[in-house]
C-alpha cells in the first residue's frame, strides 16, 4: 500500500526558531499533500492543502506566513514553522494520496517550543 | 454546530465486550463516511469506510450508517487489548476534504 513517510517525528526548539518539517510519498507521486494540526484529545484540523508547483492554500484563521508550505516535486512537501512560539506546540500530521479513500497519513511530528 | 461530532470518551471496555462508537453530522449530502484508527503518537490509519446508507462488515468491525438520522456508526465484537486507540470517524465533504470528529479514545481492558 500507499507509504507516507514523515520527519522528524519529534523536535523540541527554541521560542523564535523556525522548524521544517518534511512529509515524503515514497512509492507514489503525489500532486496534493495535506497538513493537519492535531492537539491533545482533539481533532485533526486541517491547516493548508499543498499543491506541487503550485502555491498552497490554507484554510481560514491559519497564517500562511507563518506556516510556510512548498510542494517542491511529486514526492516531498515540506511545512516550516516559522519564529516558532509555545502556542504552536502540537501534533502536525501530513497525507498524501488520492481519491475519497485513498489518502494516507504519515506518523505525524510532535512540535514542542520551549 | 460542528459539522461533525463525536463523544471523546474516554471509553473503557473488558476484553471481549462489544464496543459501539457513534458520530453525528449536519450535512444531508455527505455521502463518503470513514472510521481512522489512531495509536498514540502516530498518524491516522483507515479502518472502514461505507458509501451512502448502510453496513459493511470486515472481520470484527461493522461500520454503519443512518442517512435518515444523520448517525454513523463503529462496531467492535470481542474486543482485544490491541484495539485500544483513538478512533476517528471522518467524512469527506463536497468540497473534496476529509473532516474529522473529535475522536473517541477506547481502552480495552485485559
Known amino acids: 500500500g500507499a507509504v507516507v513517510s514523515q520527519h522528524p517525528s519529534r523536535v523540541i526548539c527554541k521560542s523564535g526558531t523556525s522548524v521544517k518539517i518534511e512529509c515524503r510519498s515514497l512509492d507514489f507521486q503525489a500532486t496534493t499533500m495535506f497538513w493537519y494540526r492535531q492537539f491533545p484529545k482533539q481533532s485533526l484540523m486541517l491547516m493548508a492543502t499543498s499543491n506541487e508547483g503550485s502555491k498552497a492554500t490554507y484554510e481560514q484563521g491559519v497564517e500562511k506566513d507563518k506556516f510556510l508550505i512548498n510542494h517542491a516535486s511529486l514526492t516531498l512537501s515540506t511545512l516550516t514553522v516559522t519564529s516558532a512560539h509555545p502556542e504552536d506546540s502540537s501534533f502536525y500530521i501530513c497525507?498524501?494520496?488520492?481519491?475519497?479513500?485513498?489518502?494516507?497519513f504519515g506518523s505525524g511530528t510532535r512540535l514542542t517550543v520551549v | 454546530q460542528k459539522e461533525v461530532e463525536q463523544d471523546p470518551g474516554p471509553l473503557s471496555v473488558p476484553e471481549g465486550a462489544i464496543v459501539s462508537l457513534n458520530c453525528t453530522y449536519s450535512?444531508?449530502?455527505?455521502?463518503?463516511f470513514m472510521w481512522y484508527r489512531q495509536y498514540s503518537r502516530k498518524g491516522p490509519e483507515l479502518l472502514m469506510y461505507t458509501y451512502s446508507s448502510g453496513n459493511k462488515e470486515d472481520g470484527r468491525f461493522t461500520a454503519q450508517v443512518d442517512k435518515s438520522s444523520k448517525y454513523i456508526s463503529l462496531f467492535i465484537r470481542d474486543s482485544q487489548p490491541s484495539d485500544s486507540a483513538t478512533y476517528l470517524c471522518a467524512i469527506w465533504s463536497n468540497t473534496g476534504k476529509l473532516i474529522f470528529g473529535q475522536g473517541t479514545t477506547l481502552q480495552v481492558k485485559p
Open positions: 497525507s498524501a494520496g488520492g481519491g475519497v479513500y485513498g489518502y494516507t
Open positions: 450535512n444531508s449530502a455527505f455521502q463518503y
